[in-house]
């Protein structure tokens, strides 16, 4: 089965100071890669999905953007936080196709303050 | 789009009583629903899964129903534990093509020892 790596755990950000969320998969080739953010007792909102390196489709409208580089790395990133951006960033790997599993990684908690 | 709805929100029991879950989907072309368990802090793990070719799937206290005529579907825990304590979510995908899942908007259940 996949492992997804996420990096950091944790970080504290101060309002306006950039944002780099690095997440990178094991065990599976050419996946779907998706980030998500939780904001606190809540549900998962779909940021960014990707079905392969360059090709990124974006959800929902902000100051966030992500890359893919590689075909197992996904990025996500600001230049600008804001202290709306505070929550929990999943990523998530599923195989190709329809209807398959999805993987999460550990997280990153991120506070802007 | 697909829409999930899941009820309830809140789900309180007492240790070793039953606990249902529900959601309820829109797009009938959808044909991978599954669910996952969210512990404080962690990330959402796959617990149990079903396609709409099956109707019923059970791994051991844990059992998922399917009723694709009126398009919804179901988790069963019986002989909950203070452990089972976690949010819970459902979803479904596949519909069109789409390789994105749609999350129902989770379920708290607290177990009481």
Same mark, same amino acid.
């Given at each position: ?35 998500? #953010?939780?904001?606190?007792? $809540? ?15 974006? +959800? ?7 890359? $893919? ?8 990133? %600001? ?7 505070? =929550? ?6 599923? =195989?190709?196709?329809? =209807?398959?599993?999805?993987? *999460?990684?550990? =997280?990153? $908690?991120?506070?802007?303050? | ?37 969210? +512990?404080?802090? !962690? #990330? ?6 079903? #396609?709409?070719?099956?109707?019923? !799937? !059970?791994?051991? $206290? ?5 009723? !694709?005529?009126?398009?919804? *579907? %179901? ?29 129902? #908007? ?8």
């Amino acid at each position: 089965s996949q492992t997804i790596h996420q990096w950091p755990a944790t970080l504290v950000q101060p309002v306006g100071s950039p944002l780099s969320l690095e997440c990178t998969v094991e065990g599976t080739s050419n996946p779907n890669l998706y980030w998500y #953010r939780q904001a606190a007792g $809540r549900g998962l909102q779909l940021l960014f999905y990707s079905i392969g390196i360059g090709q990124i489709s974006s +959800e929902v409208p902000q100051n966030l953007s992500a890359s $893919r580089p590689q075909d197992r790395q996904f990025i996500l990133s %600001s230049k600008k936080l804001l202290l709306s951006d505070s =929550g929990f960033y999943l990523c998530a790997s599923t =195989g190709t196709g329809m =209807g398959n599993e999805q993987f *999460f990684g550990p =997280g990153t $908690r991120l506070t802007v303050l | 789009g697909e829409n999930v709805e899941q009820h309830p929100s809140t789900l309180s029991v007492q240790e070793g009583d039953s606990a249902v879950i529900k959601c309820t989907y829109s797009d009938s072309a959808s044909n991978y629903f599954p669910w996952y368990k969210q +512990e404080l802090g !962690k #990330r959402p793990q796959l617990i149990i899964d079903i #396609r709409s070719n099956v109707g019923e !799937k !059970k791994d051991q $206290r844990i059992a998922v129903t399917l009723n !694709k005529t009126a398009k919804h *579907f %179901s988790l069963h825990i019986t002989e909950t534990q203070p452990e089972d304590s976690a949010v819970y979510f459902c979803a479904a995908s596949g519909s069109g093509g789409s390789y994105i899942p749609t999350f129902g #908007r989770g379920t708290s259940l607290i177990v009481h020892p």
